[in-house]
T-cell receptor, first 115, second 111 residues
Framework: DGGITQSPKYLFRKEGQNVTLSCEQNLNHDAMYWYRQDPGQGLRLIYYSQIVNDFQKGDIAEGYSVSREKKESFPLTVTSAQKNPTAFYLC??????????????FGPGTRLTVT | QKEVEQNSGPLSVPEGAIASLNCTYSDRGSQSFFWYRQYSGKSPELIMFIYSNGDKEDGRFTAQLNKASQYVSLLIRDSQPSDSATYLCASTHGGSYIPTFGRGTSLIVHP
């Protein structure tokens, strides 16, 4: 079964701790994305990657970091510098970043709660 | 600034009615348009995409695109309570790496 997996589904952390969210895809997609969604809000882009070993900041990258060492993996680290990290985090992938007709596929999401 | 605008709703329709969801976009260079359905607490799932002006039908869903007026719509015929969700509209521009999403319209189908 091809798809995107995110783990864990729910994550609880204390304030001041860094936490890493996992995202793996076996769709052989080139591009991968991280979004944040707050209640009643749309999707806000955190980081995206078009190819391995390359990534770019999205609209709200402050307090987050990513890596893209393998095509299938794009982990997101939420650092202690992120002021309001509690949110629903969505990972997505797309076959080719620069082709307009390709849709994004989303993982199931990770709900992060920081107290 | 590329923008995709949607009425946040909620749009409430009775079961069996046609639900009409609308989306406007600001970037005239937008080429492809996508409708995603997102149930509460779940991730978005693609239900329709459209590239050409006119209508595209898939089961109970019809996507409509009017590039001259810069709007996209999604019609859901014979609406069911299971259609109750938030519907996200997204557009992509040729050569762009980042789809632009609207904030979504909440649809409630009541029995």
């Amino acid at each position: 079964d091809g798809g995107i997996t995110q783990s864990p589904k729910y994550l609880f952390r204390k304030e001041g701790q860094n936490v890493t969210l996992s995202c793996e895809q076996n769709l052989n997609h080139d591009a991968m994305y991280w979004y944040r969604q707050d209640p009643g809000q749309g999707l806000r882009l955190i980081y995206y990657s078009q190819i391995v070993n390359d990534f770019q900041k999205g609209d709200i990258a402050e307090g987050y970091s990513v890596s893209r060492e393998k095509k299938e993996s794009f982990p997101l680290t939420v650092t202690s510098a992120q002021k309001n990290p509690t949110a629903f985090y969505l990972c997505a992938s797309r076959e080719q970043a620069g082709v307009s007709s390709y849709e994004q596929y989303f993982g199931p999401g990770t709900r992060l709660t920081v107290t | 600034q590329k923008e995709v605008e949607q009425n946040s709703g909620p749009l409430s329709v009775p079961e069996g009615a046609i639900a009409s969801l609308n989306c406007t976009y600001s970037d005239r260079g937008s080429q492809s348009f996508f409708w995603y359905r997102q149930y509460s607490g779940k991730s978005p799932e693609l239900i329709m995409f459209i590239y050409s002006n006119g209508d595209k039908e898939d089961g109970r869903f019809t996507a409509q695109l009017n590039k001259a007026s810069q709007y996209v719509s999604l019609l859901i015929r014979d609406s069911q309570p299971s259609d109750s969700a938030t519907y996200l509209c997204a557009s992509t521009h040729g050569g762009s790496y980042i789809p632009t999403f609207g904030r979504g319209t909440s649809l409630i189908v009541h029995p």
